[in-house]
């Protein structure tokens, strides 16, 4: 293993198909027309597109501490692939640990023989983090990951929907799918259709009590307290002062949903029992960005966010599942799953293995990749 910070010296017969290193800032822009081929299927690249991009890979990677985002590099010194790499902190039962959270991982085939993808990966495994993450790992992704032992966590690769206004609903995902279309042909057929469907989508509350009540927060009250809430898991994050509200900064950057609100559920003295983070306006989905509770209040919170969501006029919610949420959720009418992005973990830490094993972890959410601009929004035209 190396040292932090360090790559081991490559072999003679990875040099031969060519060699990988940190991003650096003259890579950015062919990263972000790469990036942009692969993940939003742009034939006719833009500038505006590829500058936007790269000025949000550059302040998502390159600011701050060293970058360990990588980049390999073909044999004739072009672009072969590209691995985004967040660095993060955690600990276990006290001992801290250096963690990698993988996300946008891809390939160029036009310059790539098959050599980019085992080496990147190859190169971050080498590196000085005690487990790797990812929580947006696609089908192709998970092909790679298999081999190298990564633990996959079901569960959490799974995306739940709880639908309000289905009429509302569908004409919100057409409208992301073609921002060009004029509401006066969605609305009055989805009005309509909700009229008729609204005692099939009444809400469901199961959990609420007279004695819990939900606020609004801001972002420095949920990050004060989001660290509180999580002490039930033993492999959980470890950030450092100042580091959460910079990470919610960034998360709140995110437009293809909505503003980031916050909100926290309380008992008759005051004392926060849960909170959680989403996007959401009017009219459109809501997205669950983090959700938390601690023992038997998981249900009370979902209620509060699903409340929330609701009372602000969106068609619906979705969010990221979690073992812990999972029982609550199956109490909601017009709910539904799908597969949404594979959850992996991988560690040479027994402990941290184990502890994976029993779902005794952290992660989704802040701990993650999906609440980057990277995950959804349309860079050069939101």
């Known amino acids: 293993m190396t040292g932090p910070g360090k790559m081991a010296a490559p072999s003679a017969l990875e040099t031969q198909h ?213 002490t039930d898991y033993s492999l959980r994050p470890s950030w450092r002062d100042g580091e959460l509200p910079r990470l919610l900064a960034l998360a709140a950057e995110k437009r293809a949903d909505g503003p980031l609100r916050f909100g926290g559920t309380y008992d008759e003295t005051g004392k926060m029992l849960g909170c959680y983070a989403f996007y959401g306006q009017a009219g459109g989905i809501a997205n669950l960005l983090q959700i938390q509770a601690s023992g038997s209040l998981w249900g009370a919170t979902l209620d509060a966010l699903i409340a929330a969501a609701r009372d602000m006029g969106c068609a619906g919610i979705t969010g990221q599942t979690q073992s812990t949420v999972m029982p609550q959720l199956f109490n909601y009418n017009g709910l539904f799953f799908r597969y949404a992005g594979g959850t992996m973990v991988r560690s040479r830490i027994a402990e941290v293995r184990e502890a994976v094993r029993a779902g005794d972890i952290f992660i989704g959410g802040l701990m993650g990749d999906r609440w980057t601009r990277l995950s959804s929004d349309d860079f050069g035209r939101v």
């Open 18 to 230: 060519g060699s990988v290193r940190p991003l650096a800032v003259e890579d950015l822009e062919h990263v972000a027309a790469l990036f942009l081929r692969k993940f939003r299927h742009r034939r006719h690249l833009r500038d505006r597109a590829i500058a936007q991009t790269a000025d949000y890979m550059r302040k998502l990677y390159l600011d701050g501490d060293e970058s360990k985002a990588l980049v390999q590099i073909n044999p004739q010194g072009r672009l072969g692939g590209f691995m985004g790499v967040l660095k993060a902190r955690y600990e276990l039962n006290g001992t801290a640990l250096n963690a990698a959270i993988i996300g946008p991982f891809m390939t160029d085939s036009s310059t790539d023989h098959g050599w980019a993808g085992p080496q990147l990966l190859r190169t971050l495994h080498q590196g000085e983090f005690d487990l790797y993450l990812t929580d947006s790992a696609n089908r192709t992704s998970l092909a790679f990951a298999r081999p190298m032992k990564y633990q996959l966590l079901p569960v959490h690769c799974l995306e739940w929907t709880c639908v309000f206004r289905p009429g509302a609903m569908a004409a919100a995902m057409l409208r992301r799918k073609w921002p060009g279309l004029p509401r006066l042909a969605l609305d009055p057929g989805a009005k309509a259709f909700d009229a008729l469907a609204r005692k099939r989508f009444e809400p469901s509350s199961q959990h609420s009590s007279q004695r819990i009540h939900r606020e609004p927060i801001d972002a420095a009250r949920f990050a004060q307290q989001l660290p509180v809430l999580m």
